[in-house]
């Protein structure tokens, strides 16, 4: 009620400041003393509702139900304003925040909604970047390792060990689902993936190959998620690999795209714009800070369970069931 109450006299402090408030037009359906609502205002009230609302006011006397409220409106801003609440404090910050929102909208919401960039800025963003558009399939993988290089002495011993560990795993997977991680604590010789459950993460086949040679590459893609491989015996050493799960291949054409890279780059625009801005009044205001007085302002702790709302300075943070109010150009 408040909150409502708050608005009412916000509302009326910004026709204050208009002296006469903002203009009307339109036929008058309504008009009192110092109240006048005309066609095109209802109209304009009337369409700031979703399509679902407004079809109720489709007969005269639903429209006189919404007219009603819009005069209960009118009558309470004007007594508001009769009683100078419109020069309440808490008032004129409410209406300073609704003017710093409607600034950012009109600056740097509506002037770039929609609005196309050059194709060579986005080709050449696309050209720089596509690696975010085009990328191999992958699978993540984890490994047991042990080394022992083709031909070397040890070779046979390892075979067998690496045997002995996948009969162990194959034994207790379906009853244990951390065999695979506790048969790499167990027997993995490689120190690295040993301290991360022999996790290699996501790699392309190229990527395997390049590191532990193409038969472990070949044998980690013949596998589905979940699935284990035999023995492979590679050129430096003796593997049982898993497969934890798989990123497709992404391949997406500059003209599939193009919107996207738009949308992202009219974004960064307006970021910037903003930042600049923001830096010019700055800098024409003069702003200087006493870190001492700052220091000494008491910040008093949220209730426990109810972490502070984040927003920016100034600015009313969202509450429930309303819109959230415009912010800066996300960056």
Not at 107 to 127: R, T
Not at 214 to 242: D, N
Request: hydrophobic letters at 40%; aromatic letters at 6%; a positive charge.
């Amino acid at each position: 009620m408040i909150r409502r109450i708050l608005l009412v006299t916000a509302v009326a402090a910004l026709a204050a400041c208009g002296n006469s408030g903002p203009k009307k037009s339109g036929p008058v359906v309504a008009s009192g003393k110092g109240i006048t609502i005309t066609a095109d205002e209802f109209k304009a009230r009337l369409d700031e509702q979703s399509p679902f609302i407004r079809a109720r006011y489709s007969t005269l006397e639903r429209k006189k139900e919404f007219l009603d409220n819009l005069i209960r409106f009118e009558v309470l801003a004007k007594e508001a304003e009769r009683q100078g609440l419109d020069k309440d404090p808490e008032v004129q910050l409410t209406l300073r925040k609704i003017m710093v929102q409607k600034l950012v909208q009109k600056s740097f919401q509506d002037q770039g909604a929609g609005k196309e960039l050059p194709e060579a800025e986005l080709q050449k963003y696309y050209d720089e970047h596509k690696d975010e558009f085009n990328r191999p399939r992958k699978a993540r993988v984890a490994a047991i390792i042990f080394n022992a290089p083709a031909g070397s002495p040890e070779r046979a011993a390892k075979v067998a060990a690496a045997r002995k560990a996948l009969a162990k795993v194959k034994a207790e997977e379906k009853k244990n689902p951390m065999a695979f991680q506790q048969a790499v604590a167990a027997f993995s010789e490689d120190a690295a993936s040993k301290g991360v459950a022999g996790d290699l993460g996501f790699k392309s086949a190229d990527e395997l190959e390049k590191s532990f040679g193409k038969e472990v590459a070949q044998a980690a893609f013949a596998l589905k998620p979940g699935e284990i491989s035999g023995v492979i015996e590679g050129a430096q050493g003796v593997y049982l690999v898993r497969v934890a799960g798989v990123q497709e291949e992404l391949s997406r054409s500059f003209d599939q795209v193009k919107a996207q890279i738009n949308q992202k780059l009219s974004r960064e625009r307006r970021t910037k714009e903003f930042d600049d801005l923001v830096k010019k009044l700055r800098d024409e205001a003069n702003v200087t800070v006493d870190d001492k007085a700052l220091e000494a302002v008491a910040v008093a702790a949220p209730p426990p369970g109810q972490p502070g709302m984040p927003g920016m300075p100034g600015m009313p943070a969202p509450a429930p069931a309303q819109s959230a109010p415009p912010a800066p150009p996300a960056k």
